[in-house]
Nanobody
């Protein structure tokens, strides 16, 4: 079992930046692909970014060039650096993890509780 705890959400003006963190426990962190999903009010949950065990990354088109996902295996933590934020980035952001071999094949196997990001115009 994997436990994921997010932090770093908050309120920011459009054009600003935030960094989200996710601390993982209960697993050999370095072998799991990790990622971030988000869900805006009235919308479906969507993938934002993910990072494999070797550092390969995927991004949603809507955040490419603005968001950067990274991982620190020594700290069992991943990060999402969000820049040039837009009101449409407002959502609850969830940290996620896949079991070994499932990344890019299926939905995440583990989810955090989520952290709210609100971007004001």
């Amino acid at each position: 079992q994997v436990q994921l705890v997010e932090s770093g959400g908050g309120l920011v003006q459009a054009g600003g930046s935030l960094r989200l963190s996710c601390a993982a426990s209960g697993t050999s962190f370095s072998i799991n692909a990790m990622g971030w999903y988000r869900q805006a009010p009235g919308k479906q949950r969507e993938s934002v970014a993910s990072i494999g065990r070797g550092g390969t990354t995927d991004y949603a088109d809507s955040v490419k060039g603005r968001f950067t996902i990274s991982r620190d295996n020594a700290k069992n933590t991943i990060y999402l650096q969000m820049s040039t934020l837009r009101p449409e980035d407002t959502a609850v952001y969830y940290c996620t993890s896949w079991r070994l071999g499932r990344w890019r094949i299926g939905n995440p196997d583990f989810w955090g509780q989520g952290t709210q990001v609100t971007v004001s115009s």
